[in-house]
């Protein structure tokens, strides 16, 4: 039995057979993990120093040549490193005095600061499964992005307390841009125009005040309301298109959830993309009180947006990227900043980032051929083990090495 490391509904039920170093059958696994499973076997990196090859011991040593003489270093990515990389990350990041962000930064990090910090209530997707009689996929569309959580947990499945699923006993509600692959099967479908989130949360503020709302569809808006009101256990999955949409208001969503809460009973589940995204977000808070954009220059801990990896990429003069592709993930101008320094990637497969560094250093693939832990996106645990053998070393013992050395 396998963990999928595809999304971050971390499915460990996937059945994986393998022969000849390849992969001979899979079972219980959605499109995309076949699709990430299967490409685990292509394009593999090896170590390099200016794209030529070298040992590994080579590939490390230069790593941490660069960042010692670094005065300013950026550690950036981590969404794709198990839990035990992370730390060995965070903990590098003190030694070197440098500056630690990850891809949450450029997403759903303050959604996600706010469930982590307790601003608005969140519960488990095995609660959603049992009890959640209203969910509503608002600015998401996990048919595409995380393809079993429907049948999983938030649409089909029978649950303890919804035993009949969503043909009696569950209500779904879309809200979107767009009427998405997701939207199609809900009961209730909303339109918004982009950016248009702020004024549809105001004329759900006002139905469920009693007044007439300003905004949209009057008849329809009232039905919502009713909805809303009547649920015993509603749960919210909130996308990209939200937290863009909102963008510095995300005040508005924790207030609805408040006014919400005061009549029935409601959670909040982010629909975080990234295997470990939440798991960088809550080791960050424990060990320094934020989730993200922090710095640790001089041996003090700071924070703000100068130390996000937008403002870091134009200020710090080395960067070490794991567990992402920043490359071909982030806007252009901030891809250029990282490009243009000294680069070092810690990936077991080849990406634009790769092709870009100074320094690659191959590693093994989690959930594969290596094992650790991570935090689905509901916050539970999750544990796994490698399945296959590899003389690749961990993202974790990477790190350390390069810390050893420095």
Request: proline share 5%; aromatic share 8%; glycine share 10%.
């Amino acid at each position: 039995m396998a963990v999928c490391t595809g999304c971050s509904l971390l499915c460990e039920d996937i059945e994986l057979a393998l022969k000849s170093g390849a992969i001979a059958g899979l079972k219980n696994i959605c499109r995309k993990g076949s699709g990430h499973f299967h490409a685990l076997f292509t394009e593999r990196t090896k170590p390099t120093i200016d794209g030529q090859e070298v040992s590994l011991d080579q590939a490390v040593a230069e790593a941490a040549k660069i960042l010692k003489e670094a005065k300013s270093p950026l550690l950036y990515g981590w969404s794709n490193s198990t839990l035990e990389a992370q730390k060995a990350g965070i903990d590098l990041a003190r030694k070197l005095g440098g500056t630690i962000d990850d891809t949450s930064s450029f997403c759903q990090g303050r959604l996600m600061e706010m469930v982590l910090k307790g601003e608005i209530p969140t519960c488990t997707l095995d609660d959603v499964r049992n009890f959640a009689d209203v969910v509503i996929f608002w600015g998401a569309d996990p048919s595409n992005s995380h393809p079993r959580h429907l049948s999983r947990f938030s649409y089909y499945p029978r649950g303890e307390k919804r035993d009949k699923g969503y043909e009696e006993e569950r209500n779904s509600i879309a809200i979107d841009v767009r009427k998405s692959d997701t939207a199609r099967l809900c009961k209730y479908y909303f339109k918004v125009p982009p950016g248009g989130d702020a004024e549809f949360i105001a004329a759900v503020g006002d139905v469920l005040d009693g007044k007439v709302p300003k905004y949209g569809d009057k008849k329809k808006m009232i039905e919502l309301g009713t909805v809303l009101r009547k649920a015993e256990f509603g749960v919210v999955f909130p996308g990209l298109g939200l937290v863009y949409s909102l963008g510095e208001r995300m005040n508005l969503f924790s207030d609805l959830m408040a006014k919400l809460n005061g009549i029935s009973t409601y959670k909040v589940v982010p629909m975080v993309g990234h295997y470990n995204m939440r798991g960088f977000n809550q080791l960050m808070l424990d060990e320094t009180g934020f989730i993200n954009q922090v710095s640790f220059k001089d041996g003090k801990i700071s924070h703000g947006p100068e130390h996000s990896v937008v403002a870091a990429s134009k200020s710090c003069d080395a960067a070490l990227v794991i567990g992402s592709d920043p490359l071909s993930a982030l806007p252009f101008g901030v891809a250029k900043s990282l490009a243009r320094m000294p680069l070092i990637a810690i990936d077991p497969k080849r990406s634009l980032t790769t092709d870009a560094a100074r320094v690659v250093i191959p590693s093994a693939i989690y959930g594969l051929e290596a094992g650790g832990s991570a935090i689905r996106m509901d916050g539970v645990k999750v544990q796994f083990e490698p399945v296959t053998a590899s003389d690749l070393p961990t993202d974790e013992a990477i790190l350390a090495r390069i810390k050893e050395a420095i």
